[in-house]
Structures are given as C-alpha cells and as structure tokens.
C-alpha cells in the first residue's frame, strides 16, 4: 500500500496552504502564479459569471495575469463572445485542455482567437478549472503556457490549484466588501432613499444632479453587494450605516 | 428537520428508512445508472448498509424523506479503505474519531434549496455531540466548490480519478465549532436541525 504522497499531490497541497496563508488578493494571485510555474504556465485569468451588476468582461475579471496586448485586443474585439474556450467554461464541468475544445467551424473568429493566442502571445498551451456553484457556473479560471507539463497529473493537481485558489479569492472578495465603507454622500443618499424619495427628489434637496444621485446609489449597491435599492437600503440598516 | 436513524432507533422508524432506500434508488439507480447495488428494482443497498451505519434523513413537514447521507465507522473496514483505497495518497485514515460520509442524496425537487445546509449543519452537529473531529468522503471534484461554499473546510487526500465516468476525490470535513457557526451565518440557518427524539413519537413513522 502506497504511504508516501507522490510529487504532484505535494504541490497541490503545498500550494493550498500558501493560499490560505495569502492574507490579500495580490498576494494570493502571486502564490497562485508560482504554483502554475511549477508546470509551465505564465498566464492566468479568472472570470466570474455574468450577473446582475457584473456584466461587463472587464467587472467580471477577477484575477488577470496576461499578456497586456492580449486583454487589449480581447477586450475591444469582443472575444468573449466568440472564445470557445470561455464558452466550454460555461458549460463544462470537469477541467480540461484547450487542445480538447471543439472550434465551432461556423464562427471563423473562434478559430482566430485561438491562432492568435498562440502566434501572438505565446499561449499554445491553456488548462481550464469550472467552478460550479448549487446553481451552476459561477467562475472559470484558466491558465496559459507554452511549454507545459500535461501529464494526467499535472492536470488532476492544476485542477485542485484553480479550486482551492478561488475558494481564497472568493473569501479575500468577501472580507473585503465587508470592510468597503459607504462614503458619507452615499449613505446621506441612502438616506433619503429610505425616505421614500426619488433621484430626482433627492437631488433637488441635495442640490446635486439626478445622475450623481444614481450613481452614489450604484456605488453603494457594489459595496452592500445588492441587486437593486431596496436592498441597498434593507442592507445599509442592517450593517448599520443608516438608522431605519 | 434531520432525523438520525441507526441500529438503537431504527425499529421506531421503518417507513422512514424504507423511503429512504428507495430515494437513493430514484437517484443513484435511475439518475446515475449505477447498477451494481439495485435491489428488487426498488431499493440501492450496498454491503455497508448494516448494523455499523447511521443514517441523516432529511423529512418535510408531512414526514417524506426528501434528502440523506449515511456515515460509517472508518476503524471497521469501509468504502474508502475496501473499494477506493488508490484514491488515496498515503494511509487511509481509520480512527475511532473519523467517520466516512456516503450516499449523500437530495431529491430532485429540493436540490438547490435549504435542505443541502440542513443535511451538512446536522452532520457537523452530529459529529461534534459525538467528539467526530474528521469526515472522509469521495466527492465529485467538481462539487468541492459548493461544498467550500456552504462554509465547510475539505482537504484533499490525493488527486482525482476518474471513477465510472467522473472525476471522483478522496476528502476529509473538518469538523469544529467554528466551522458549524460558519455555515448557520451563510444558510441563514439558527439553533440547531436536528429532530428532538426525546419528544414521544406521535406515529410510526
């Protein structure tokens, strides 16, 4: 009976550990870039779904470590929409290689995409984590390289990496919102809200135009993590930023 | 509300466990076709469902089974140690205060819901009353997300493999007060799941 932990099983674990030692998001994104060297992958990304507030590529960035050109030209291009990866990612539920996804013959872009990763930026290997809430997709994280080691593995362990990392990433995010105070023209905004008062209204007696009324209320929607305003003042009462 | 059938009780709760057997059947059967452990076509039973098991049961309020996972001891010889021991890195844990988790089903209609925090609260309680420090379990790796997500602390115990099709990882819960705290502040849930036995029971369930 094997009593000894093989080599690939050390890293995961070696690595899970320095992860929750990470006490910040940079911190954790370096850890997590040293554990995927260790198989040869450079670059990482981790995208969140699309959700009510999220919905811009860029809001949905968690962690990016890319080549610079390549998230300009991502980002203006619109890849998202046409990536085959990012669409496996949706849908998927194991890991798998870029090389395993199937190029739909009929958006000629898809295949681009992929060309010009390779070509362009050195990306000719990639390994993609789902992660899978109780309602499905939540996130995907991929990590990109142009030598690596794809040894079943390396794989099963970059698997266990993109999961525990994220875990951390999700709880750093959670502690972070926690502490991200509301500024005082947002909770004064807040307030007026909670009064029953429009943006329109509220601007009048603030004596500030409609629109930065909107938009200190959307800031402060972010940081209670809330979908709508209700909410937002149902959770500024809770956490106590504005007596009820 | 959690009901805990083992071999002290298990006389007072026959329906219960009967409807129990045939959900895992519903779901292990017939959802993921596993074959080797069907019985009469209605019930899922394997060689672990002995006097040694107990059972969580997950009953709504007209007494249906509708979620339940079973736990046995790991000092006796079990699923990890006997049928998966190559899931593991290193020597399978069998100790008098860690337990191996199986079978955990949710029927269709509750998945997603409260009844996933209910089955996992209960287990933390029931392993704290009892001075259970650790839980084994082969997981679907991709559930460990959901699983990390509820509050709970899993570790690995070796890479995944695939098993009848699915990526599978040995695991082990961690069990503490914390971590029981933790997930009763994410489900929203107070005070504690579990069915109060002392009360008398108003029918043979």
Known sequence: MATFKGRYFRVALDAIEKFDRADDIPNLSIQLQRAIASFGYQFLCCVSAPGIQRNEFDDRLLLKVWPAGWFEQYRTSNFVAHDPVAASLRVRKEAFRWADVAIPADDPLAKSIMTISLSDYRMRHGLCVPIRGLNGYQAGISFAGFEVDDAVEANATLQLIGIYAFNRLANLKCACQGKAALTDREREVLRWTAAGKTAWDTGNILNIATDTVNKHIASAMRKLDVHSRAQAVAESIRRGEISP | ?205
């Open chain 2, 1 to 205: 509300m959690i009901r805990v059938i083992d071999r002290t009780n298990r006389h007072k709760f026959i329906r219960t466990l009967d409807q129990h057997f045939r959900l895992r059947h519903e779901v292990f059967v017939k959802e993921r076709g596993w074959k080797d452990f069907e019985c009469d076509g209605v019930y899922e039973k394997d060689q672990y469902d002995n006097d040694q098991a107990a059972y969580l049961i997950s009953i709504d309020d007209h007494e249906n089974v509708v979620g339940s996972f079973r736990l046995y001891p790991t000092t006796l010889p079990h699923m990890l140690s006997e049928q998966f021991p190559m899931l593991i890195e290193g020597a399978v844990p069998q100790r008098s205060d860690i337990i191996e988790l199986t079978r955990v089903v949710i029927c269709r209609s509750q998945r997603g819901t409260k009844t996933y925090f209910e089955l996992f609260l209960a287990l933390q309680e029931y392993c704290l009353e009892r001075g259970i420090c650790g839980v084994t379990n082969l997981v679907r790796t991709h559930r460990i997300p959901i699983v990390q997500k509820a509050g709970m602390t899993i570790i690995p115990l070796g890479l995944s493999k695939e098993i009848d099709g699915e990526m599978c990882t040995a695991t082990l819960l961690e069990v503490s007060d914390d971590i029981l705290s933790r997930m009763r502040r994410i489900a929203g849930i107070e005070g504690t799941v579990m069915e109060d036995q002392t009360r008398p029971v108003r029918k043979i369930a």
